[in-house]
């Protein structure tokens, strides 16, 4: 075998193997990942979850969405029914999953690293749980489908990872209302799809970097309550689709920079 045709037995391979692992899993693959969620779940005080059987497909099931070409498991949404328990790593078996919504609920623990693996994932939605034994996790950052991210009301402590600056498709980043501390990255100018950030009720402290400037989608800009210092950029004001801002409850000085009556908020 020559060099090319070599490279290309081995593309094959790969391709190959890529399928393999792609059949691999099936719907049941998903249904054992879910019936394993429920295990770790402590409290349904609604029975929510009573139709959750193995003698039933798990698309039938509440908070389940089916996609209908692969016949698997695409959105697993709980939110805001008072279930108390911890995250199965199982849940790295819904490999297509693209949307996870454990919102409103009392999920505690650990984020399992595990979840890293769900490479679709376009929504991850924690907020308002009990997550307050942990920091953002550095591993998120490698979910580079995430469109949405809220971890929001957790008690998340520790600095904002740099690796979520590389998803470069998010569109809502919320960890507000958490015990986050250290500065703003200043490569928080990566994400020029974003129109929703919100880091309010931290302890964040230092400048609110110039680079924010860069972020030309942005919509709303919370920043409020935490202990920012230094001048208002005047890049802010260059924000041509910012409506909403919210600074207040820092320590920021000197003067309201003039561009920012030139907004859209006006
Ligand atoms: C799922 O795959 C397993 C083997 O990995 C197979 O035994 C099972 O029949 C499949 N189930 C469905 C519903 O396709
Ligand atoms: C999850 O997948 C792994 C292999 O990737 C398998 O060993 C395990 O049994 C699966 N778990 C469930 C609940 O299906
Ligand atoms: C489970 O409950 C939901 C909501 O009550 C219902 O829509 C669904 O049909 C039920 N599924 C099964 C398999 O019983
Ligand atoms: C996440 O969950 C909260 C609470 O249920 C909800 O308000 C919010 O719209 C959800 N989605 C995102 C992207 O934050
Ligand atoms: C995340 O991605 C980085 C860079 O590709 C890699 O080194 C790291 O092992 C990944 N982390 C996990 C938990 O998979
Ligand atoms: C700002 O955006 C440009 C592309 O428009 C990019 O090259 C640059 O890295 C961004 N700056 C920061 C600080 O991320
Ligand atoms: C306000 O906008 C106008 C027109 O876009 C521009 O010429 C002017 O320099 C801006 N003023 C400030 C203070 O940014």
């Not at 680079?211 to 989608?217: C, G, P, R, V, Y």
């Amino acid at each position: 075998m020559g060099k090319p045709s070599f490279l290309v037995f081995l593309l094959l391979l790969h391709c190959f193997m890529g399928s393999l692992a792609w059949t691999d899993t099936n719907i049941s693959t998903d249904k054992y990942a879910l019936l394993a969620l429920k295990s770790y779940i402590t409290s349904d005080p609604y029975d929510f979850l009573a139709n959750w059987s193995v003698s039933s497909s798990p698309c039938n099931w509440i908070g389940i969405k089916c996609d209908t070409r692969h016949r698997r498991v695409h959105s697993l949404n709980l939110g805001g029914m008072e279930l108390k328990g911890s995250i199965s790593p199982q849940l790295r078996n819904l490999s297509i999953l693209v949307e996870l919504d454990l919102s409103d609920n009392n999920f505690y623990g650990q984020i399992p690293e595990d979840l890293v693996r769900l490479r679709n994932l376009k929504v991850f939605n924690l907020s308002y749980n009990d997550f307050h034994d942990e920091q953002v996790p550095t591993w998120i950052g490698n979910l580079s489908s995430l469109v949405q991210l809220n971890l929001r009301n957790n008690g998340l402590y520790g600095f904002i990872p740099l690796s979520l600056f590389n998803l470069l498709l998010l569109e809502i980043l919320d960890c507000s209302h958490n015990f986050i501390e250290g500065t703003i990255p200043l490569q928080v100018g990566r994400l020029e799809q974003l129109m929703i950030l919100r880091l309010a009720h931290n302890k964040l402290s230092g400048n609110i970097p110039q680079t924010i400037s860069n972020l030309s989608s942005l919509e709303l800009l919370s920043l409020s309550f935490n202990s920012l210092s230094g001048g208002i950029p005047n890049e802010i004001g260059h924000l041509s689709q910012l409506k909403t801002l919210y600074l207040g409850a820092n320590q920021l000085a000197g003067s309201i920079p003039s561009s920012i009556f030139n907004n859209s908020m006006f």
